[in-house]
């Protein structure tokens, strides 16, 4: 044989082999799609994926045909229009190894033209590519990593759930191996140190310290092969982290017992080694859970998109796939089955479970006319819902993104602890070798099995799980409770927080039409709510809700070129071109008015006035708040007796009106200037630039995109109770890790010197130093366990306040 495929691995055949140049040097492969792959990483400046590598790629076969994922139906499902130019997609990808992987694929994809970005999550296997589709399709991107050897699949439940149950079998396949082996050469070493004390037999004992080796090898071969090749990728990144002292001491003890068993004089240490694998991978399996139960979220939101759908034509039902489904389109939902698609209900009322989506255990329940979301449940049935989103475009896939994105980043507190970890790991090594010179010194009997305990029982595991471990459990546990963490940073800032500063409209009221008071100029009632709802069909603004609400079971007209600009919505209708907003948009005259006017170009048609009522648990909410010594104020660009009023409702003492978004802006940056942590809430348009101004952005999931886009934790519902529960995790979470970084610094200072005096043999050393671990992780369940102490109650509905008018 002519060796090992420079890529992938595998057996290179006999005969004149396949050659693939990366810097200058060739290289035998062992077919033409690893030639291809290996040429085109090379090309694109990439050859120190070989370097960084943990192991053997996967075998690269040549671009297979993507081209399905480009029809318009199918792509659909995968792909989410962003906005002009800019789409995103995310994959599940099967070959994925290590960080090099990831390493290289980011870096392969982003020089793809027409990529904007491209993110992978090497935990749960997923890439997530936003591009420009005038420059370059899904298809190309996906043969891109096919190339490269990774095969990319569908973001779908049963996918999900396979990766997950081989993580979890290969994690415990190695667990049972290193249980196994550390039992039996338990058994061994027990009989050794009996005979120690009551006298043994040469050839015995010899025998005893081979079986022991035997049973050894495999749990430090196999079992602990991750910690070795681990150690080996941080060495070729050049950064240290807890794989390295890991890896040297089970080396060290392995190599040092078997030179003993080989030359029959020394101690052996073949428990302690199998032992330490055996807890530091009991470790890693409960953390593996921890971090499963927290990405199950996710992946519960992924199962709840149905894959077919009973789609409704002339009266009678078919079973399409749900990609298939027209906006327009009506499907039918039988009682107890999920809702595929987020859509407005026809026909009668029904409660509907949305509490995966909104965290909110009551059913919710649905007049004709109302929205629905995809991935709730129809308690009643069977309804009939009209489409008007499918797949990536779904309130249900928005939120699982947000879940994955938080769960994939690394937040500050990470960094500064992963940057800890590898300075803590020199100085540890240092005092490795500083303590085995010494005792070479003083007694070179006891200089290794002292070396070993020191390296062992300061291992930095504790110290690297701190932040992550706590992390991941807080984003999960409010993730359960509809408020989804977007930033990895979020949560710490939050915890932080000195002053809420609030939106008013849409986020602290709600506004409605006052139907007794609306104006007809021309025209019928019934025509111009349901004109004016057409309008406001494709808005997320509070006042275009409230009047959808008001044309509730309207039949509503086909308004074609809508468009929204600052001051209301246009669009066309039989030929007129109609206006909604403010009267100085609707009519091009200044008003003082409290109400949206309906124009075209032959003058007024109607008017709205609007009232306002406060948000239900709002003042709950912010009496919570302030019990916590949070101060709240409101800044809105609605006039000031509004204002006034709202926060005197409230309890307010500070609020501003009249505040454009610029005005909002300076605002928020001279509060930070004074070195106050400041959260931003909103919802609407307007509100974009405020919440990405500061510290803590948070937004309703019922709010404009763009809001959404600048934050950096999103409510999925509409209770404001959550910013409470959202503000007592993240202080938990950053108390949990305050309290593992104090542990991990207390056990290493009362440790470390006790192993280096000689007072802890290398087996107890292991057992401590798992210890410590499994001390970190469980003291992150902590996280979320006091809701119902904390939860705010909710407070009934708020009268309505004076009327309003868009701010």
Not at 133 to 142: G, K, Y
Not at 228 to 235: D, I, K, Q, S
Not at 277 to 289: A, N, Q, S
Not at 432 to 449: E, H, K, Q
Request: charge should be neutral; charged fraction near 20%; hydrophobic fraction near 50%.
């Amino acid at each position: 044989m002519a060796g090992a495929c420079f890529h992938c691995g595998e057996p290179v055949g006999d005969g004149t082999p396949l050659l693939a140049t990366v810097g200058g040097q060739a290289h035998a492969v062992c077919c033409i799609g690893c030639r291809a792959a290996v040429e085109w990483i090379d090309g694109l400046g990439l050859a120190d994926y070989y370097r960084l590598r943990e192991g053997a790629g996967t075998r690269a076969a040549p671009a297979d045909d993507f081209a399905e994922w480009d029809r318009p139906r199918l792509a659909r499902r995968h792909v989410r229009e962003l906005d002009a130019g800019r789409c995103e997609a995310t994959v599940l990808v099967e070959g994925m190894h290590c960080s090099a992987c990831a390493w290289l694929i980011e870096r392969a994809l982003s020089r793809c033209e027409g990529v904007h970005e491209a993110t992978v999550s090497p935990l749960v296997q997923r890439v997530r590519v936003a591009f420009d589709p005038r420059r370059t399709r899904l298809s190309v991107l996906l043969a891109a990593l096919a190339r490269l050897g990774y095969r990319p699949h569908p973001l779908e439940g049963d996918r999900v759930d396979a990766l997950r149950t081989s993580e979890r079998r290969a994690a415990m396949k190695r667990l049972i191996v290193a249980g196994f082996g550390a039992m039996q050469a338990m058994m061994y070493a027990v009989a050794l140190y009996a005979g120690a004390f009551d006298g043994i037999a040469p050839a015995v004992a010899a025998f005893l310290r081979w079986m022991g080796m035997l049973v050894a090898t495999p749990v430090v071969l196999y079992a602990a092969r991750p910690f070795f090749a681990g150690a080996l990728r941080e060495w070729r990144a050049r950064r240290l982290s807890m794989d390295t002292p890991v890896a040297l001491a089970i080396g060290a003890i392995y190599t040092g017992s078997v030179v003993a068993t080989v030359l029959g004089e020394g101690e052996v240490y073949f428990d302690s080694v199998s032992m330490f694998v055996f807890l530091l991978l009991l470790g890693r399996y409960v953390e593996l859970r921890a971090r499963q139960r927290a990405g199950e979220v996710a992946d519960a939101l992924v199962r709840l998109q149905p894959a077919t759908a009973q789609r409704l034509v002339d009266g009678t039902c078919e079973t399409v796939g749900v990609h298939e489904l027209e906006p327009g389109e009506v499907v039918r939902v039988g009682a107890g089955a999920t809702i595929p698609v987020d859509g407005v209900l026809h026909g009668a009322r029904c409660r509907v479970d949305e509490s995966l989506l909104t965290g909110e255990s009551a059913a919710c329940l649905r007049e004709a006319g109302d929205e629905v979301v995809a991935g709730s449940v129809a308690l009643d049935g069977p309804i009939e819902v009209e489409v008007r989103r499918v797949g990536p475009a779904t309130v249900l896939s928005t939120l699982a993104r947000m879940v994955e994105r938080a769960a994939a980043a690394r937040p500050r507190v990470a960094r500064l602890a992963d940057a800890a970890a590898a300075r803590f790991v020199l100085r540890v090594l240092a005092a490795t070798g500083v303590v085995a010179l010494a005792w070479m010194i003083l007694d070179p009997s006891r200089a290794f099995a002292s070396a070993v305990a020191v390296l062992v029982i300061s291992c930095p595991c504790a110290f690297a799980l701190a932040a992550p471990a706590a992390l991941t459990r807080a984003v999960g546990v409010l993730a359960r409770r509809g408020v989804m963490v977007v930033d990895a940073d979020a949560l710490e800032a939050l915890a932080r927080v000195e002053r809420f500063v609030f939106d008013k409209t849409g986020t602290l009221t709600e506004p409605a039409i006052d139907l007794a008071r609306m104006r007809i100029a021309r025209g019928s009632r019934a025509s111009a709510l349901a004109a004016a709802a057409a309008l406001e069909q494709g808005s997320t603004h509070p006042f275009a809700r409230a009047l959808r609400d008001a044309a509730r079971g309207l039949a509503l007209p086909a308004i074609t070129a809508v468009r929204e600009t600052g001051g209301g919505v246009a669009g066309h209708l039989g030929g007129r071109t109609l206006r909604l907003g403010r009267a100085e948009f609707a009519l091009a005259a200044g008003d003082d008015g409290d109400a949206l006017v309906l124009a075209d170009d032959d003058g007024e048609i109607a008017r709205f006035p609007v009232v306002e009522r406060v948000r239900d648990g709002a003042r709950a909410a912010i009496d919570a708040l302030h019990a916590a010594g949070i101060a709240c104020e409101i800044v809105s660009g609605d006039h000031a007796h509004r204002v006034r009023r709202v926060a005197t409702t409230l309890g307010i003492a500070g609020w501003r009106a009249g505040a454009t978004p610029a005005d909002k802006l300076a605002h928020i940056a001279a509060l930070r200037d004074r070195g106050v942590a400041v959260a931003a809430v909103g919802d609407g348009v307007n509100d974009g630039p405020v919440l990405g101004g500061a510290d803590v952005a948070i937004a309703l999931g019922d709010g404009a995109a763009i809001a959404q886009a600048a934050s950096g934790i999103v409510l999925s519902g509409p209770d404001l109770g959550h910013l409470v529960e959202a503000r007592e995790v993240a202080r938990c979470m950053l108390a949990v890790v305050r309290r593992n970084l104090r542990w991990t610094l207390v056990y290493n200072l009362l440790a470390i010197p006790l192993a280096a005096l000689g007072f802890v043999p290398p087996w107890l050393a292991a057992i401590g130093m798992s210890a410590s671990s499994l001390i970190v992780v469980v003291n992150t369940f902590a996280i979320g366990h006091r809701r119902a102490a904390r939860r705010p109650s909710a407070v009934a509905p708020a009268p309505p306040l004076p009327r309003t008018q868009p701010a």
